[in-house]
């Protein structure tokens, strides 16, 4: 499986850097793809080549009811990713016209779905400022 880079400027490093931001944030490959880990550990956003058919988009853990309203109120820009959509993750097309306050809420509703308790209290307790 080949890895899509991601080219600065690009909107994958945007979400990188979106994702990055975020404390004790870790960037790996796993399943082929870049992907971002709060506290290390649990996988938050994954970059995603949708089955090596060229278009850009990212896979981001939802809050119970996001992946279907979101899919919904704009089925062009989300969609449910395979493999982990019955979960309630959602996809989101970074090869259109990106709405990037809705995908910068979309990646802190990740962050803050799988963050440890203790990371998610610093972090509030630090006025959403990564310490």
Not at 55 to 77: H, I, K, M, S, T
Not at 95 to 100: A, G, L, Q, Y
């Amino acid at each position: 499986m080949r890895q899509r880079e991601i080219r600065p400027g690009s909107p994958l490093a945007r979400v990188r850097d979106l994702c990055l931001a975020f404390p004790q944030t870790e960037q790996r490959l796993s399943h082929g793809e870049e992907c971002w880990f709060a506290g290390g550990k649990k996988l938050f956003v994954m970059a995603a080549d949708h089955h090596h058919d060229e278009r850009v988009a990212f896979w981001a853990a939802a809050p119970e009811g996001v992946q279907e309203r979101l899919v919904d109120d704009d089925p062009d820009g989300y969609f449910r990713p395979p493999y982990v959509g019955h979960r309630g993750w959602v996809g989101v097309w970074l090869d259109r016209e990106v709405d990037w306050d809705r995908v910068d809420e979309v990646v802190e509703d990740a962050w803050r779905l799988v963050a440890p308790k203790r990371l998610l209290a610093a972090y509030e307790s630090s006025g959403g400022v990564a310490t």
